[in-house]
């Protein structure tokens, strides 16, 4: 496996791969790898010649500091899991200044409302940061098709939207969620709670679970009760929001229509970790 630590030499080796006419496949990271990443490289290897990750924590895309200092960073075990994965044939390590050479400052976006929707009240100019390093890395890396997670179903939603604004020819593909036996989403995240409250947070999925089948028989209002009684019982767990909201525009919806899909989004901090997840409603 190469390992690029430059903007220069990873494009120098970008530009031999696309001379020869490879098929490269993509997904950006920001470490602390688990499963649930090397997941989408196993998709990408399915239909590319050529499989490229990324790892930098970016920091405009953290609204808290506090966040970002702590967010877990394990460089030299997330080459190991690359390496040990088969799947992955370089990965692109970068310094600031190779993806903000004009200083450390996000692009404006419009993403048609999207970012304006859930994460976007709650972390203001978060999907500005994200959009920044996404658009800076595909110029870079050049991909075919480039890979994200469902766990983070805005996120890509708005990635989407921004390859479809630049008109661009990435085809993003989603990536189911990869849970963890108890049912929790595998995030880099995990790696700061305890047994205690790595236990405690599978009722977050267990949570989704009976939101999908309350969805079916009760009212959206009655549904976001129920969720605000079972977090109103957990100790050491704060609900920050719950909603069902429709998975085209992002809205949240206090009424089901039938001819369109519905998404239940949750975030909960657990302790100081703040964990997020979302489920289809059948």
């Known amino acids: 496996m190469e390992i690029f630590k430059t903007k220069k030499t990873l494009l120098d080796y970008i530009e031999r791969q696309k ?50 200092e702590k967010y877990p960073r394990t460089i030299e075990n997330d080459i190991k899991a690359l390496e040990q994965s088969g799947f992955v044939d370089a990965v692109y390590i970068p310094e600031v200044n190779d993806i903000y050479p004009d200083g450390l400052k996000s692009k404006s976006y419009d993403f048609d409302g999207l970012e304006n929707e ?16 996404v658009e800076e890395l595909f110029q ?10 469902d766990k983070d179903y805005q996120q890509l939603a708005i990635i ?52 999908n089948e309350w ?5 959206v209002p009655e549904i976001n009760q129920r969720v ?19 998975e085209a525009t992002l809205k949240e919806t206090d009424f089901f229509y039938k001819d369109r899909n519905y998404r239940a989004f949750i975030v909960v901090n657990v302790g100081d970790v703040r964990l997020i997840d979302n489920m289809h409603l059948d």
């Open 160 to 211: 989407k939207k921004l390859a479809e604004k630049h008109n661009s020819s990435i085809k993003i593909h989603g990536v189911p969620i990869y849970r963890e036996s108890s049912g929790l989403a595998m995030s880099s995240r995990n790696q700061r709670l305890d047994s205690t409250q790595r236990e405690a947070a599978k009722v977050i999925y267990e949570t989704l679970v009976k939101a």
């Open 140 to 149: 870079q890396v050049k991909p075919d098709n480039a890979y994200f997670g």
């Open 118 to 133: 859930m994460e976007g009240k709650f972390r203001p100019g978060h999907f500005d940061g994200v959009g920044t390093v």
């Open 215 to 219: 969805f079916r028989v009760i009212t």
């Open 228 to 246: 605000k009684d079972i977090f109103e019982n957990q100790r050491g767990m704060t609900l920050e929001y719950f909603l069902i909201a429709d």
């Open 19 to 68: 001379e020869m006419g490879k098929k490269i496949g993509f997904a950006p990271t920001m470490g602390a790898l688990h499963q649930g990443h090397l997941s989408l490289y196993a998709e990408a290897r399915k239909e590319n010649d050529l499989v490229i990750s990324s790892i930098f924590v970016n920091p405009t895309q953290f609204n808290n500091a506090a966040d970002l």
